[in-house]
């Protein structure tokens, strides 16, 4: 928590609803970049997602579209970590021997899958592969552990996988299944950071 930057107020609409609105962008990239259909007929879908997956906190196709080309502009210009992870990006970001195996066995588990894995997903895999020996259920907890930091590094807060970690340690250690996680929210401790501070701004004031 003491790591957190401060940020006052409460969270923007805009915020809340940008984690949902990555994932879908990143399960639609072709169409978004290359696809045929126009922009502008996808604003329906992810209004449609969004209402399915965060229906506390409602949006319109107008306000959609104002956002959608930073969205766009975002996973076209990824971040070195965002980028995809092949045996070329080691010099770079090395993954110790130990963990390779492990890294290439879940590399070749999303091969021609969305999203794709990146090099963000694989420095996750090489931390946790020593708890799971299962290529599924590495990627599935590498996944939510770099999904969660990449939405954290785009608001500008620093990462608190705390949420996550209870999850990691929680008994029997080792076991819990990170596809139950997929859906949730993967702001996670944002909001109650954010009323934190606050409270803090107010008290300070």
């Known amino acids: 928590m003491e790591n957190i930057k401060k940020k006052r107020g409460r969270p923007q609409k805009k915020e809340l609803l940008l984690p949902y609105m990555l994932q879908w962008a990143e399960s639609n990239?072709?169409?978004?970049?290359?696809?045929?259909?126009?922009?502008?007929?996808?604003?329906?879908?992810?209004?449609?997602?969004?209402?399915?997956?965060?229906?506390?906190v409602s949006t319109t196709e107008k306000t959609l579209r104002k956002w959608l080309p930073e969205i766009i502009e975002k996973i076209q210009n990824?971040?070195?970590?965002?980028?995809?992870?092949?045996?070329a990006t080691l010099d770079d970001y090395p993954i110790l021997p130990e963990a390779l195996a492990s890294v290439l066995k879940v590399w070749k588990f999303r091969q021609g899958k969305m999203p794709t894995f990146t090099i963000r997903d694989a420095k996750w895999a090489a931390r946790f592969s020593a708890i799971y020996k299962d290529t599924e259920s590495l990627y599935y907890c590498a996944y939510q552990?770099?999904?969660?930091?990449?939405?954290y590094k785009?608001?500008?807060?620093?990462?608190?996988?705390?949420?996550?970690?209870?999850?990691?340690?929680?008994?029997?250690?080792?076991?819990?299944?990170?596809?139950?996680?997929?859906?949730?929210?993967?702001?996670?401790?944002?909001?109650?950071?954010?009323?934190?501070?606050?409270?803090?701004?107010k008290a300070k004031g």
């Open 78 to 87: 990824p971040l070195e970590e965002d980028k995809p992870w092949s045996t």
């Open 154 to 201: 785009f608001l500008g807060y620093d990462f608190d996988p705390a949420e996550l970690d209870n999850l990691l340690a929680s008994p029997p250690f080792g076991e819990y299944d990170f596809r139950a996680y997929i859906g949730r929210a993967i702001l996670g401790n944002l909001l109650r950071i954010e009323v934190e501070n606050e409270r803090f701004n």
């Open 29 to 56: 990239r072709k169409e978004l970049i290359e696809g045929q259909k126009g922009r502008k007929e996808l604003i329906p879908e992810l209004l449609t997602y969004l209402k399915k997956n965060q229906s506390q």
């Open 145 to 151: 552990y770099s999904g969660k930091e990449k939405v």
